[in-house]
């Protein structure tokens, strides 16, 4: 891995029910790394046989920092889409929430010519 700023999926569960587990860390002396990071979930499962919408899925999304739990985020039970915005952070570790669902992959915030 790459040092420090960064983010990855450290576990994708793909047979069960998770956790999944992403990590973000920051280098605090990183100067030039302004960056917002938009978490947002994608149901796989959307329009075929088993859990078809997030009101069935029981989703979770926890956010721990330095190992304390800060925000959690339940699945509505009226979602019906195929995508779930979670949240933003920004590059200070502030949170937005946003908690919205759409049929569309959420915009990304950055060109994907800086990844």
Do not use: C, Q
């Amino acid at each position: 891995r790459a040092a420090p700023p960064h983010a990855y999926l450290d576990v994708d569960d793909t047979e069960k029910y998770g956790p999944e587990t992403t990590t973000i860390r920051f280098n605090s002396e990183a100067t030039d790394y302004n960056r917002t990071y938009r978490f947002f979930v994608t149901n796989y499962e959307h329009g075929s046989n088993g859990v078809k919408n997030f009101n069935e899925s029981e989703a979770v999304v926890r956010v721990y920092i330095n190992g304390t739990l800060e925000r959690t985020w339940n699945a509505s039970t009226s979602a019906t889409e195929k995508y779930w915005l979670v949240f933003d952070m920004a590059g200070d570790g502030t949170i937005t929430s946003r908690d919205t669902y759409s049929s569309t992959k959420p915009e990304t915030l950055y060109p994907s010519s800086l990844y």
